[in-house]
């Protein structure tokens, strides 16, 4: 019984810890934000296909992207530094469109 304790307690300490050291951005956010070397942003739009890019990939590194509705972006803090991430359509490739940023965040890394 008190393993099973432990085990429930140790598993909420490290949820509390993720969820400490990662900065949720949305359609929604704004404004410049903080980041601490090593801290993981993740970038969820509602927006078909998105393209999320870093302007500086030394501060913010580009980590992976998982598939669904919405995807989900993920960077980390790398390096002391700002960075703006942007998202922007993703155009056509087929088609004369320029793709159109839809959102921007400046992260200052430090």
């Known amino acids: 019984m008190i393993a099973l304790e ?3 307690l140790l598993f ?9 050291g990662t ?4 359609d929604s956010s704004q404004g410049p934000r903080h980041a601490y ?8 739009l509602r927006v078909a296909s ?3 890019i870093s302007t500086d990939e030394s501060v913010v ?4 992207v998982t598939n669904g ?8 803090a790398a390096f002391p530094g700002k960075a703006t991430l942007r998202a922007r359509s ?10 159109t940023y839809l959102w921007n965040v400046e992260i200052d890394v430090g």
């Open 23 to 26: 900065i949720r951005l949305t």
């Open 90 to 99: 993703n155009p056509c490739p087929r088609c004369l469109v320029a793709a």
């Open 69 to 76: 509705s919405p995807s989900v972006h993920y960077f980390v």
């Open 50 to 52: 998105p393209e999320v």
């Open 61 to 64: 590194k580009p980590f992976g």
């Open 12 to 20: 909420a300490a490290v949820m509390v810890a993720e969820a400490a």
């Open 37 to 44: 070397i090593g801290e993981l942003i993740q970038v969820g």
């Open 6 to 8: 432990l085990a429930i």
